[in-house]
């Protein structure tokens, strides 16, 4: 029994040895996806829309969220 605990705390200990010198990057470059453009008529459709939604529609507010999502993906190219 003792032979096998001793074969089993060298593997753990080689194990360990070779883990440490596993190297990792951390820098990985971001990759930012591609933001769809939008006509300048299909943007004038959209606003409209907005204006005109009943009082307490959830879409104005999604869109909100949207428009500062592209923004940050504009930052981020």
Do not use: H
């Not at 459709?45 to 009943?54: D, N």
């Amino acid at each position: 029994m003792p032979n096998s605990v001793q074969r089993w705390t060298l593997l753990a200990l080689a194990l360990t040895s070779l883990s440490a010198c596993g190297t990792t990057n951390f820098n990985t470059p971001s990759v930012c996806p591609p933001t769809k453009e939008y006509s300048r008529e299909f943007q004038r459709k959209l606003a409209v829309e907005i204006e005109t939604a009943p009082d307490g529609s959830a879409f104005p507010e999604a869109l909100q969220d949207y428009a500062e999502l592209r923004a940050q993906i504009r930052t981020c190219q």
